[in-house]
């Protein structure tokens, strides 16, 4: 543990506070994609296999388990709550995430640390965690018009990834051993694709005026 997980931790918890506000709030996901949201559920199901076998403190044990639980009540949500489903844009939230739940699974295949079932899984939770984002990102797009609560949700996401990246530089640093290449150049292209929305978010905050992006 480090700063800069910490600090990444706590922004990526608050990325997902500020989704349930707006869905239990507001009675509304509009704006919301529904499969990046699956998509997350599925990163964390297999991420976190050793839940329940491989004990390494409380503040893990916790974290893990508020992933998971958030990430299955938003799709809940959605998908069965007969008020907030209504305002799903599902006109808008056509990616074809099936595609990026097999490449990810074909590449873990390839490229793993070791190729055991667990170690499997978790790099392709990896994987699928870099590219998660791209429905939510073609919906935003799509739509235009960008509320304040589902662009305060990707901008949290977005440094939430950031600071991962510096937790990794500073691991390395500081680790005899350092051993996951994986996830750091698989965050450095999730960040990447958070440019474009990071750089209309500032703009934005500049102007003082409603975030949108280009179609």
Known sequence: MNIFRLAGDMTH???ILVLLL???ATKSCSGISLKTQELYALVFLTRYLDLFTDFVSVYNTVMKLVF????LAI???MRVDRVVRRSYDKELD???????IAACFVLALILNEKFT???VFWAFSIYLEAVAIL????????SGNVD?????????LGAYRSLYILNWIYRYLTEPRFSRWIACFSGIIQTALYADFFYYYFLSWKNNAKLQLPA
């Open 117 to 119: 079932f667990q170690e």
């Open 68 to 71: 998971i639980v958030s990430s």
């Open 13 to 15: 918890l608050m990325s």
């Open 135 to 142: 429905p939510q990102l073609v919906l935003l797009q799509r």
């Open 94 to 100: 056509t990616f074809r995430h099936y595609f990026l």
């Open 148 to 156: 304040n609560l589902t662009g305060q949700y990707v901008f949290f």
């Open 22 to 24: 707006k869905i239990y």
């Open 75 to 77: 799709v809940w949500c």
